[in-house]
């Protein structure tokens, strides 16, 4: 190790008392950890440690004195002699000593099966062996005379045992700890979970939602009683209903709370829904200019780069564009609105061109709808129509030849929907629905042919119409996709499939439910399905389809304002909050990469922000700096964000590629540094700095997936 002089010592007291002046509040590495008297002790694998260090600090916050031990320093005796017959008894035998020499009161097993051991109990019914999972002989820690309870007080190794309702052990099944246990399989699980306690202990206390609260459940054995005794316990098939499908249904049908999720245990399918994590989401805020993320819409050049167009509605409003160049995004303002309070332009929408070149049409009320496109030189714009009345949506798509094909409303001139087509010269415009007032809220695609097909809200029906143009004669033809009594169907997001069927999204306004319809033959059949009933969906969702026709959804979760997504795999609906950061989720678009990965635009409505996510191939993650304080390339102690005095070596590495990776950027502040090509993925930071800075580090893989990784940092000298 490099010796340290005099002059380096007192710049590091400087940079330290400095960073402490900034950061007061240091990670339990830093602090006296030799008081043995804990609230709460976290057992672990060595390979979660890490992960579960932000729920310590979280814990040490609110006053919880936390400790995390590894099986490692249990097995090999750190703390307390390591006594027991196997590993499960020398856990439970740490469990005792600290509780009677650090005085604990609660204790967290992370692990499933094959990570932290787990202790069978025996049940034996006329001479059938049993086996069944019991957490309890953890916390069940004494008998009742207060001696260590191993729960095979006979010796057979057999714990618990019991034949025909008889104990054949000495158990009092008394719990002298609280003890839960988090099932995680890997280092994503304990991150993943760890975020949603920290999360749900901030943010539920004082929520309305936590007093209207009812939970329902069942045992996992099915209603074994006669049909003719019992018939409200079969289904219709007469089959027999799960006990906790049956209480579940029964919650629904009472009237005193409003039911906001249920789900019924012991039933062979708990939910239609699978929960994903969002270990490989690139999330990012794009533009913070004023009040902006209004209204966006997203596309994807053939780089797979994303170009967004939104509004900024402060300062009387603005049209602006975003790209992505590979390294940064290139901001500009396109056009500014009309005025107002809010900049009143109502919508905006992006379409790019074989030649990667974007298409931009936007609406200025009262009177305009206005298109504008880069021709690799400059912005040209025109005007689409000029009618007093323009209100509402508007949507663009190119054909075949790159020309536009857009879709607006004449608002409340007469609501009807209109098609505008530029056939290289001029504009045409045309009425697609004379019959029906409706088309503020509208979409369009072009399909195969380049024939359009639009989907609009009536709002006076407060149904669904899907209209296509037949290119041999001209005319359009329109159906209603969906409508009920009562109920107001808005907003439509639309997409063509492989086989040129239209899939739509879209809002039931009555019961915040997202719901989406398919056209699944050529007969013009619609196929519906409600795809989220258990949130309050916003009405700013989006969709687009998987190179295998298959629905991808973004979605703003109202009540909690959170970015989420789901999409249909095979047989259920995957879903994976993105976004929980403040109010997010608004004003949103999606499309999907050649390999069906997402990327959403969408706002901040807190800060008025543009933010942009990417659901990445892979992932990279920093083994060094992590959060902590390093002097001379050596780690000092943990600190809660990267503090590097002196030079460092940067370590990489690579998680989760099914694709060999082609090279690794490195950019500090966007400038570059250096391109790595091979393992290890290390580079040594040399240069003198004083103060803040953005590492960059760009990946590509064989396929061509773009992968960026930033991480904020301290560095002096």
Request: hydrophobic residues 30%.
């Amino acid at each position: 190790m490099n010796k340290i002089s005099l002059w380096q010592t007192i710049l590091l007291v400087v940079c330290i008392i400095t960073m402490v002046g900034i950061f007061p509040l240091v990670s339990p590495e830093c602090q006296n950890i030799n008081n043995e008297q804990y609230d709460f002790i976290i057992i672990s694998p060595t390979d979660f440690s890490e992960e579960l260090v932000p729920l310590v600090d979280h814990k040490e916050q609110h006053s919880i004195s936390t400790k995390i031990v590894t099986l490692d320093e249990i097995y090999k005796g750190k703390y307390f002699p390591a006594n027991g017959r196997d590993d499960s008894e020398k856990i439970k035998y740490f469990i005792k000593d600290v509780k009677e020499n650090w005085n604990i009161s609660y204790v967290m097993l992370v692990g499933g099966k094959e990570e932290l051991p787990i202790r069978y109990v025996d049940e034996c019914y006329w001479g059938e062996h049993r086996e069944y999972i019991s957490d309890l002989y953890y916390a069940d820690i004494f008998d009742a005379n207060g001696s260590f309870c191993s729960w095979d007080s006979n010796n057979d190794n057999t714990f618990s045992g019991k034949n025909m309702n008889e104990l054949e052990d000495e158990v009092d099944l008394y719990p002298d700890v609280s003890i839960g246990r988090l099932l995680c399989r890997k280092q994503s699980d304990v991150k993943n979970i760890v975020g949603k306690i920290i999360d749900y202990e901030t943010n539920t206390y004082g929520k309305q939602w936590f007093d209207n609260l009812i939970v329902c459940g069942g045992d996992d054995a099915r209603l074994r009683f006669r049909e003719k005794r019992f018939p409200d316990y079969f289904n219709r098939d007469g089959g027999i209903l799960w006990e906790g499908e049956k209480i579940g249904e029964q919650s629904h049908k009472t009237k005193f709370f409003d039911t906001c999720k249920s789900v019924s245990h012991g039933t062979s399918k708990v939910s239609t829904i699978d929960v994903m994590n969002n270990e490989n989401w690139r999330i990012e805020r794009v533009d913070a200019t004023g009040q902006t993320g209004r209204y966006t819409s997203i596309a994807l050049d053939s780089h797979g780069y994303p170009h967004i167009s939104y509004c900024q509605e402060d300062s009387g409003g603005f049209v602006r564009y975003a790209k992505w160049n590979g390294i940064d995004w290139e901001i500009e303002t396109i056009d500014t609105g009309s005025g107002g309070e809010f900049g009143n332009v109502t919508t905006t929408s992006i379409a790019i061109d074989s030649e990667d070149n974007p298409h931009i049409v936007y609406a200025k009320p009262p009177n305009m709808v206005k298109y504008a496109q880069w021709d690799e030189n400059q912005w040209k714009y025109d005007t689409v129509i000029s009618k007093e009345g323009i209100y509402g949506s508007v949507s663009i798509a190119l054909d075949s030849q790159q020309h536009p094909h857009i879709s607006y409303c004449d608002g409340y001139d007469s609501y009807h929907i209109w098609h505008a087509y530029h056939n290289g010269t001029s504009w045409s415009n045309e009425i697609v629905d004379p019959q029906n007032r409706g088309g503020i809220h509208n979409t369009i695609c072009t399909d195969s042919n380049d024939a359009p097909c639009i989907a609009y809200t009536s709002v006076s029906k407060g149904a669904i119409y899907c209209a296509k143009k037949d290119n041999n004669n001209g005319d359009w033809y329109a159906e209603i996709v969906d409508s009920a009594t009562n109920k107001y169907y808005f907003y439509p997001s639309l997409d063509l499939d492989s086989n040129d069927h239209p899939h739509i999204g879209y809002y039931d306004i009555e019961s915040y439910d997202l719901k989406y319809a398919k056209q699944t033959n050529t007969d013009g059949e619609w196929e519906v399905t409600c795809v989220v009933s258990d949130e309050i969906v916003g009405y700013s969702y989006s969709l687009a389809l998987s190179k295998d026709n298959q629905p991808h959804f973004m979605y703003q979760e109202l009540q909690e304002k959170k970015l989420c997504y789901i999409f249909w795999d095979e047989d259920n609906w995957k879903r994976t909050v993105i976004d929980s950061d403040g109010d997010v989720g608004c004003c949103s678009s999606i499309v999907l990469d050649k390999n069906d990965l997402a990327c959403i635009s969408y706002r901040d409505e807190e800060l008025g922000d543009l933010k942009f996510a990417r659901n990445q191939a892979f992932s990279l993650k920093y083994a060094k700096p992590e959060g902590a304080i390093y002097l001379m390339n050596t780690k000092i102690c943990g600190f809660i964000t990267p503090v590097i005095v002196g030079s460092i070596d940067l370590c990489l590495s690579v998680v989760d590629n099914q694709n060999d990776v082609a090279s690794i950027d490195i950019y500090i502040d966007n400038e570059f540094q250096v391109q790595l090509n091979s393992e290890p993925y290390e580079w040594t930071w040399s240069d003198l700095g004083f103060g803040s800075y953005l590492i960059k580090s760009i990946a590509c893989d064989s396929e061509g997936n773009q992968v960026v990784h930033m991480l904020n940092v301290w560095k002096f000298f």
